[in-house]
Protein backbone atom coordinates (compact mmCIF):
# COMPACT_ATOMS: atom_id res chain seq x y z
CA UNK A 1 0.00 0.00 0.00
CA UNK A 2 3.20 2.73 0.75
CA UNK A 3 6.01 2.73 -1.15
CA UNK A 4 8.57 4.87 0.97
CA UNK A 5 8.66 7.83 3.23
CA UNK A 6 7.82 10.52 1.34
CA UNK A 7 9.19 13.04 3.97
CA UNK A 8 9.32 13.85 7.61
CA UNK A 9 8.03 17.02 8.30
CA UNK A 10 9.54 19.04 10.91
CA UNK A 11 7.87 22.29 12.92
CA UNK A 12 9.56 25.46 12.88
CA UNK A 13 9.23 29.31 14.51
CA UNK A 14 10.75 30.55 11.17
CA UNK A 15 11.17 29.33 7.38
CA UNK A 16 13.98 31.59 6.26
CA UNK A 17 15.82 30.75 9.70
CA UNK A 18 14.87 27.11 8.98
CA UNK A 19 16.68 27.52 5.52
CA UNK A 20 20.26 28.44 7.43
CA UNK A 21 20.72 24.87 8.37
CA UNK A 22 18.36 22.10 6.31
CA UNK A 23 19.23 24.21 2.85
CA UNK A 24 22.86 25.94 3.22
CA UNK A 25 24.45 24.09 5.89
CA UNK A 26 23.23 20.84 5.11
CA UNK A 27 22.90 21.10 1.83
CA UNK A 28 19.21 20.05 0.70
CA UNK A 29 17.80 21.42 -2.35
CA UNK A 30 14.53 23.57 -2.30
CA UNK A 31 12.52 21.30 -3.91
CA UNK A 32 8.95 23.83 -3.20
CA UNK A 33 7.80 26.39 -1.37
CA UNK A 34 4.23 27.26 -0.73
CA UNK A 35 2.09 28.83 1.45
CA UNK A 36 -1.38 26.54 2.41
CA UNK A 37 -3.85 28.87 4.25
CA UNK A 38 -6.30 25.90 4.83
CA UNK A 39 -3.27 24.21 7.29
CA UNK A 40 -2.36 27.57 8.38
CA UNK A 41 0.91 26.82 7.52
CA UNK A 42 3.77 28.48 5.14
CA UNK A 43 5.85 24.68 4.04
CA UNK A 44 8.44 23.59 1.92
CA UNK A 45 9.90 20.67 0.83
CA UNK A 46 13.45 20.27 0.65
CA UNK A 47 15.29 16.70 -1.41
CA UNK A 48 17.15 13.78 1.44
CA UNK A 49 17.91 11.15 -1.04
CA UNK A 50 14.56 9.27 -1.99
CA UNK A 51 13.04 11.32 0.79
CA UNK A 52 12.35 14.76 1.58
CA UNK A 53 12.46 17.20 4.79
CA UNK A 54 9.47 19.22 5.10
CA UNK A 55 9.28 22.40 6.78
CA UNK A 56 6.41 23.59 8.44
CA UNK A 57 6.05 27.25 9.79
CA UNK A 58 2.44 28.54 11.38
CA UNK A 59 1.28 31.42 9.74
CA UNK A 60 -1.80 31.47 12.01
CA UNK A 61 -2.10 31.42 15.57
CA UNK A 62 -4.99 29.27 15.61
CA UNK A 63 -3.80 26.09 13.49
CA UNK A 64 -2.79 22.62 14.52
CA UNK A 65 0.87 23.68 13.51
CA UNK A 66 0.60 26.66 15.60
CA UNK A 67 -0.46 24.61 18.78
CA UNK A 68 2.46 22.17 18.20
CA UNK A 69 5.14 25.17 18.00
CA UNK A 70 3.80 26.38 21.37
CA UNK A 71 3.45 23.39 23.23
CA UNK A 72 6.39 21.54 22.51
CA UNK A 73 8.55 23.78 20.43
CA UNK A 74 10.36 23.43 16.93
CA UNK A 75 11.10 20.01 16.14
CA UNK A 76 9.41 16.10 14.32
CA UNK A 77 5.92 16.81 13.62
CA UNK A 78 5.19 13.99 11.19
CA UNK A 79 6.02 11.26 8.38
CA UNK A 80 4.47 11.09 5.23
CA UNK A 81 4.29 7.63 3.58
CA UNK A 82 4.05 7.51 -0.20
CA UNK A 83 1.11 5.75 -1.65
CA UNK A 84 0.16 5.20 -5.56
CA UNK A 85 -3.70 6.24 -4.58
CA UNK A 86 -3.86 8.25 -1.68
CA UNK A 87 -7.81 7.97 -2.07
CA UNK A 88 -7.70 4.02 -2.31
CA UNK A 89 -6.03 3.78 0.42
CA UNK A 90 -7.95 6.18 2.72
CA UNK A 91 -11.59 4.32 1.75
CA UNK A 92 -9.66 1.12 2.98
CA UNK A 93 -8.92 2.43 6.38
CA UNK A 94 -11.95 4.21 6.67
CA UNK A 95 -13.41 0.48 6.00
CA UNK A 96 -11.25 -0.97 8.53
CA UNK A 97 -12.43 2.10 11.29
CA UNK A 98 -9.15 3.94 11.24
CA UNK A 99 -9.35 7.02 13.05
CA UNK A 100 -8.15 9.68 10.46
CA UNK A 101 -7.90 13.82 11.05
CA UNK A 102 -8.97 14.17 7.16
CA UNK A 103 -12.08 11.90 5.20
CA UNK A 104 -11.19 12.97 2.10
CA UNK A 105 -8.04 13.50 0.41
CA UNK A 106 -7.01 17.18 -0.94
CA UNK A 107 -4.04 19.50 -1.92
CA UNK A 108 -1.33 19.71 -0.20
CA UNK A 109 2.56 20.80 -1.16
CA UNK A 110 3.42 16.88 -1.67
CA UNK A 111 0.48 16.09 -3.93
CA UNK A 112 -3.04 14.72 -3.09
CA UNK A 113 -2.48 14.03 1.25
CA UNK A 114 -4.16 13.14 3.75
CA UNK A 115 -3.63 12.69 7.97
CA UNK A 116 -4.64 10.25 10.11
CA UNK A 117 -5.03 10.44 13.48
CA UNK A 118 -2.27 10.05 15.77
CA UNK A 119 -4.10 7.61 17.96
CA UNK A 120 -4.36 5.23 14.58
CA UNK A 121 -0.55 5.08 14.94
CA UNK A 122 0.50 4.68 18.44
CA UNK A 123 0.95 8.58 18.89
CA UNK A 124 2.38 9.38 15.76
CA UNK A 125 0.65 11.30 12.95
CA UNK A 126 1.10 10.13 9.75
CA UNK A 127 0.60 11.39 6.54
CA UNK A 128 -0.38 9.82 3.22
CA UNK A 129 0.17 11.47 0.00
CA UNK A 130 0.36 10.61 -3.78
CA UNK A 131 2.79 12.75 -5.31
CA UNK A 132 1.91 14.50 -9.08
CA UNK A 133 3.10 12.17 -12.18
CA UNK A 134 5.83 13.02 -13.22
CA UNK A 135 7.76 13.83 -9.82
CA UNK A 136 11.05 12.54 -9.53
CA UNK A 137 13.72 12.56 -6.37
CA UNK A 138 16.54 15.32 -6.56
CA UNK A 139 20.24 14.54 -5.71
CA UNK A 140 21.25 15.58 -2.29
CA UNK A 141 24.72 15.32 -0.59
CA UNK A 142 22.83 14.19 2.68
CA UNK A 143 19.80 11.73 2.57
CA UNK A 144 17.19 10.50 4.91
CA UNK A 145 18.08 7.30 6.10
CA UNK A 146 15.88 6.30 9.45
CA UNK A 147 13.41 7.63 11.90
CA UNK A 148 13.65 6.75 15.07
CA UNK A 149 10.17 6.10 17.21
CA UNK A 150 10.06 5.71 20.54
CA UNK A 151 7.03 3.04 21.44
CA UNK A 152 5.57 1.39 24.48
CA UNK A 153 5.42 -1.67 22.97
CA UNK A 154 7.88 -1.77 20.09
CA UNK A 155 6.67 -5.10 18.74
CA UNK A 156 3.10 -4.11 18.59
CA UNK A 157 3.62 -0.54 16.91
CA UNK A 158 5.74 -2.39 13.93
CA UNK A 159 2.90 -4.75 13.27
CA UNK A 160 -0.15 -2.31 13.86
CA UNK A 161 1.83 -0.55 11.25
CA UNK A 162 2.53 -3.15 9.07
CA UNK A 163 -1.72 -3.58 9.00
CA UNK A 164 -2.59 0.24 8.20
CA UNK A 165 0.31 0.06 5.85
CA UNK A 166 1.91 -2.90 4.57
CA UNK A 167 4.82 -1.87 5.77
CA UNK A 168 8.07 -4.70 5.53
CA UNK A 169 10.07 -5.67 8.27
CA UNK A 170 13.61 -5.01 7.39
CA UNK A 171 16.28 -7.79 8.99
CA UNK A 172 17.35 -7.00 12.03
CA UNK A 173 19.10 -8.78 15.34
CA UNK A 174 15.74 -9.65 17.10
CA UNK A 175 15.70 -7.80 20.80
CA UNK A 176 13.28 -4.77 21.90
CA UNK A 177 13.37 -3.20 18.70
CA UNK A 178 11.92 -3.42 15.15
CA UNK A 179 12.22 -2.07 11.88
CA UNK A 180 10.16 -1.35 8.93
CA UNK A 181 10.65 0.21 5.94
CA UNK A 182 13.03 0.26 2.64
CA UNK A 183 16.64 0.43 2.39
CA UNK A 184 16.78 3.20 -0.02
CA UNK A 185 13.48 4.51 1.00
CA UNK A 186 14.11 5.06 4.49
CA UNK A 187 12.85 3.09 7.80
CA UNK A 188 11.17 3.19 11.02
CA UNK A 189 13.17 1.83 13.69
CA UNK A 190 10.74 1.31 16.41
CA UNK A 191 12.46 1.24 19.92
CA UNK A 192 11.22 0.77 23.65
CA UNK A 193 10.03 4.31 25.00
CA UNK A 194 12.55 3.42 27.75
CA UNK A 195 15.74 3.73 25.88
CA UNK A 196 14.94 7.16 25.02
CA UNK A 197 14.18 9.17 27.85
CA UNK A 198 10.56 7.68 28.04
CA UNK A 199 9.32 9.62 25.04
CA UNK A 200 6.69 7.73 23.08
CA UNK A 201 6.68 9.07 18.93
CA UNK A 202 9.04 10.16 17.17
CA UNK A 203 12.55 10.84 18.78
CA UNK A 204 15.17 11.04 16.71
CA UNK A 205 16.64 11.15 12.65
CA UNK A 206 18.96 9.63 10.95
CA UNK A 207 20.59 10.76 7.79
CA UNK A 208 23.85 9.23 5.91
CA UNK A 209 26.32 11.43 3.62
CA UNK A 210 28.74 9.76 0.80
CA UNK A 211 31.56 12.37 2.54
CA UNK A 212 31.66 13.55 6.36
CA UNK A 213 34.64 16.15 6.08
CA UNK A 214 33.11 18.83 3.77
CA UNK A 215 29.76 18.37 5.63
CA UNK A 216 31.27 18.80 8.84
CA UNK A 217 33.19 21.76 7.69
CA UNK A 218 30.20 23.25 6.91
CA UNK A 219 28.58 22.74 10.21
CA UNK A 220 31.56 24.18 11.90
CA UNK A 221 31.16 27.03 9.78
CA UNK A 222 27.69 27.36 11.07
CA UNK A 223 28.68 27.09 14.66
CA UNK A 224 26.70 24.40 14.99
CA UNK A 225 26.13 22.71 18.36
CA UNK A 226 27.31 19.20 17.38
CA UNK A 227 29.62 15.73 18.20
CA UNK A 228 32.05 15.08 15.55
CA UNK A 229 33.06 11.38 15.10
CA UNK A 230 35.22 10.11 12.67
CA UNK A 231 32.85 8.59 10.42
CA UNK A 232 29.67 10.01 12.21
CA UNK A 233 28.36 13.76 13.28
CA UNK A 234 25.37 13.83 15.81
CA UNK A 235 23.93 17.74 15.60
CA UNK A 236 22.40 19.26 18.94
CA UNK A 237 18.40 19.84 18.36
CA UNK A 238 19.45 23.62 19.07
CA UNK A 239 20.91 23.77 16.25
CA UNK A 240 18.98 21.82 14.08
CA UNK A 241 15.58 23.08 14.79
CA UNK A 242 14.63 20.60 17.93
CA UNK A 243 15.65 17.74 15.64
CA UNK A 244 18.28 15.11 17.51
CA UNK A 245 20.13 14.13 14.03
CA UNK A 246 22.53 11.78 13.31
CA UNK A 247 24.65 11.50 10.12
CA UNK A 248 26.71 8.95 9.05
CA UNK A 249 29.27 8.14 6.47
CA UNK A 250 27.64 5.68 3.90
CA UNK A 251 28.43 4.71 0.01
CA UNK A 252 26.07 5.01 -2.04
CA UNK A 253 25.86 2.73 -4.67
CO1 LIG B 1 3.77 16.63 5.29
Redesign the pocket.
Known amino acids: MVTKIH?V?IVVERLDRAYGFWRDTLGLPLVRQAEIPDQGVR?ALLAAGESEI?L?EPTTPDSGVARFLARRGEGLH?V?FETPDVDAALSGLRAEAVPLLDERARQ???GR?AFLSPAACHGVLV?L?TPPHGAQSQDSPVRLKRLVIGCREPHAAARSYQRLFGLPEVAINGGARCMLGWEGGGTLLMVPAAEVGDVEGMVALSMVAPEMAPLAERLQRAAAAMLVGAAEVTVEPRSSHGVHLHISRYHFP
Open positions: HGAELHCGLAIEA
